[in-house]
């Protein structure tokens, strides 16, 4: 029996995963991860790390994020209370789809979870109160080697589908790019 149906994005390698839960009347048992099934879809690493945020405010917005080589990471993000917008931006340097992005609401309600390759930023705005995600990495936390691009960036111009409520003093400081970024070579 399929536990997940796995669906391309316009960006190659960025994957929406829709988990199927198998139901009765307590409830349902849902596969989460399966390394076997991630692996046909391009996640051949093994999972280092596994976090898990909360955010209070409805409209709140975490990103974007990514870590350089040779801490660049897959990362599996998944909502698992309330509703996000979630939104990868394609920064490996000789794709087609550089510097574009993509986003996809994850909830609770609709399983689904976005499967982010190493090369991408990733970041999120809150559509709920009390959001809780979970994330698989296949590479640990580097603080030395965070990269971030501003979520309001006039490049990317990410279409947020709320007002910002809030966002980490951090990410309101991040860089806006200029035409020196190139991108990155993993
Ligand atoms: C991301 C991260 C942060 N931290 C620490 C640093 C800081 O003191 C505190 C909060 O960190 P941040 O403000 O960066 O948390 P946050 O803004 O929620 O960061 C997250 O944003 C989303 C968009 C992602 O994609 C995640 O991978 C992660 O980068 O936790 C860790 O210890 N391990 C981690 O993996």
């Known amino acids: 029996m399929k536990r997940f149906d796995f669906f391309p994005t316009p960006l190659p390698g960025l994957t929406l995963v829709q988990r199927k839960p198998i139901e009765d009347s307590r409830g349902f048992f849902s596969r989460f991860f399966c390394a076997e099934d991630f692996g046909r879809v391009g996640l051949t690493r093994p999972i280092a790390q596994m976090n898990h945020s909360l955010t209070h405010l409805k409209g709140s917005v975490r990103g974007m994020h ?3 080589p040779p801490f660049a990471e897959d990362k599996f993000v998944s909502c ?3 509703s996000i917008f979630d939104v990868a931006v394609d920064l490996r340097k000789e794709s087609p789809t550089f510097l574009h992005w993509h986003g996809e609401i994850l909830s ?3 399983q689904r979870s976005l499967l982010i390759p190493a090369g991408f930023a990733h970041g999120f705005q809150t559509l709920a109160r ?4 979970l994330y698989l990495h296949t590479m640990p936390y580097a603080h030395d080697c965070e990269g971030a691009l501003h979520a309001l960036d006039p490049l990317l111009e990410i279409a947020w589908p709320l007002p910002i409520a809030e966002i980490s003093e951090r990410d309101r400081t991040h ?4 035409s020196q970024f190139e991108g990155l070579t993993l």
């Open 66 to 68: 990514f870590q350089y």
């Open 80 to 82: 698992v209370r309330g």
């Open 175 to 178: 860089p806006m790019l200029n």
């Open 130 to 133: 009390d959001c809780e995600l």
């Open 108 to 110: 609770a309600d609709n």
